[in-house]
């Protein structure tokens, strides 16, 4: 943080702190501009560490099982990073109305119109944040194990407890306590992680000639990897709405999109580079085969580390997700709903019966309707070129995107089409569309995005444009 302490109205004119280690109490209402701080290179700690998380490892492993060479698998991880400059532009929104982005997406969709995505988004941030949580406990328990501690029951009680801990502490304080935790934990994680690299990259099949697969295996292997950056669409003006309204798209976009692009390719090609070597189908346990025994513990660490990381974000952004809900708490209050659930989800995960992976498969079906409902906001935010009336989106029936009764018609169309061509074109455990086989098993999930988009802007160029005063 360039600045430790800011002060914040919170309504009825009170005084609100975002500090380190305090309790933050702003929530989704607009920070004044008398009260940003902080600049765009804050954004490259927090995208940096949050992504630095053994999920890309995973996901580089599987674009190998995909029918991927080196080279391949590793030009689709370079190419999932790109995405995050998208991703890092959409921030620019929060500078601009110093709100959270599923406030923003009030604008396209209305605001009863936004709901049903703000509730699913909500259950997926939860999601993810319990299945980091269960691989953070499953790599403690068996950090635990390796030096002799505690095991059994009581040793994965116990892995639960300080994995729940970490992320909840962090994520109640609040925003600068999650950007100075991201940023230290990521020098951290950097260095175990380039260690992991140095292990691994030596050993890998890089000499194989490029390999023909088929439609199926690229596009499985494309939606992999851009569904990780894809995944924060609706979260980065949450960790930006704080910063000056002066800060640059350049510096900002930049700064963002570097620390999520140098993290998650890192960890993808390490992904890549352990599947050419070893069975990666359990790939926390394929990727020790590989590692001296002495650093084993030391990775065990490494992934409890990044999975907590990640879940830091999910977790805060889902505090300010239900206050867009109608929930009416404070962040702070609010957070707890979130880690309750996280908890209890955890608990059933680890002790009562595995479901992690049908939680992972329904999670992934969700593109579905993300893809679409991303594309219509990116849309919007270009055409509206992130200048939006910041009173009217907490404004309800009086405001600006009420439109009909709550609900923006040419949004709603939009991200309607959207899901429809969406479906029409997954290829999921849960759910195979009608024309994945005729495209030769192409996913084209993803695409679902461009689709509403275009859709978007054809039916709002004519009556949506930039807010013509800035407030």
Not at 271 to 298: N, S, Y
Not at 414 to 426: E, K
Request: charged content about 10%; glycine content about 12%.
């Amino acid at each position: 943080m360039t600045q430790q302490e800011t002060t914040a109205r919170a309504p009825g004119g009170t005084m609100a702190t975002d500090q380190v280690f305090q309790v933050e109490t702003n929530g989704i209402e607009p920070v004044p501009d008398e009260d940003r701080h902080g600049s765009a290179k804050d954004l490259f700690w927090l995208w940096f560490g949050s992504n630095l998380t053994f999920t890309y490892v995973i996901n580089g492993a599987l674009a190998v099982a995909f029918g991927l060479s080196f080279w391949q698998a590793t030009g689709v991880v370079v190419l999932g990073g790109l995405a995050f400059f998208a991703i890092s532009a959409a921030g620019l929104s929060g500078v601009r109305t110093g709100t959270a982005t599923l406030v923003i997406s009030r604008a396209p969709f209305g605001v009863r119109g936004n709901w049903p995505a703000g509730m699913l988004n909500w259950v997926v941030s939860i999601g993810y944040t319990i299945l980091n949580t269960v691989v953070g406990t499953l790599a403690l328990e068996a950090f635990f194990a390796d030096l002799g501690w505690v095991s059994g029951h009581i040793g994965r009680a116990l892995a639960l407890l300080i994995t729940l801990a970490l992320t909840f502490v962090v994520a109640l304080w609040g925003h600068a306590t999650v950007q100075f935790a991201e940023r230290w934990i990521a020098y951290v994680l950097a260095v175990g992680f380039a260690v992991l690299l140095v292990f691994l990259l030596p050993g890998a099949d890089t000499g194989g000639a490029a390999v023909h697969i088929g439609a199926s295996g690229w596009s499985l292997a494309l939606v992999v990897m851009l569904a990780g950056p894809f995944s924060y669409v609706p979260m980065p003006a949450d960790y930006t709405r704080y910063l000056p309204r002066t800060t640059s798209m350049r510096s900002l976009t930049w700064y963002g999109a570097l620390g999520g692009f140098v993290s998650s390719v890192a960890l993808g090609v390490a992904g890549v580079a352990a599947a050419t070597q070893t069975d990666m189908t359990d790939a926390v346990a394929g990727t020790e085969k590989l590692l001296p025994g002495w650093f084993q513990p030391l990775f065990l660490a490494l992934v409890l580390g990044g999975s907590v990381t990640n879940s830091i974000v999910t977790l805060y952004s889902s505090s300010l997700n239900l206050q867009v809900l109608g929930v009416p708490w404070s962040r702070s209050k609010a957070i707890v709903i979130s880690a309750a659930v996280t908890a209890a989800g955890s608990l059933c995960a680890l002790f009562l019966t595995d479901f992690t992976s049908s939680l992972l498969s329904f999670l992934s079906l969700l593109i579905i309707v993300f893809a679409p409902w991303g594309g219509v906001f990116l849309a919007d935010m270009i055409m509206r070129r992130c200048r939006y009336d910041a009173p009217a989106l907490h404004a309800g029936p009086d405001g600006a995107y009420w439109y009909r009764s709550g609900y923006h018609p040419a949004g709603m169309t939009a991200l309607l089409v959207g899901m429809a061509f969406a479906a029409l074109t997954c290829d999921s455990e849960l759910w195979t569309g009608p024309l994945v086989a005729p495209l030769g098993g192409a996913d084209l999930t993803l695409l679902g995005s461009v689709v509403s988009g275009l859709v978007y802007w054809a039916l709002a160029r004519r009556t949506v444009a930039p807010h013509t005063a800035l407030s």
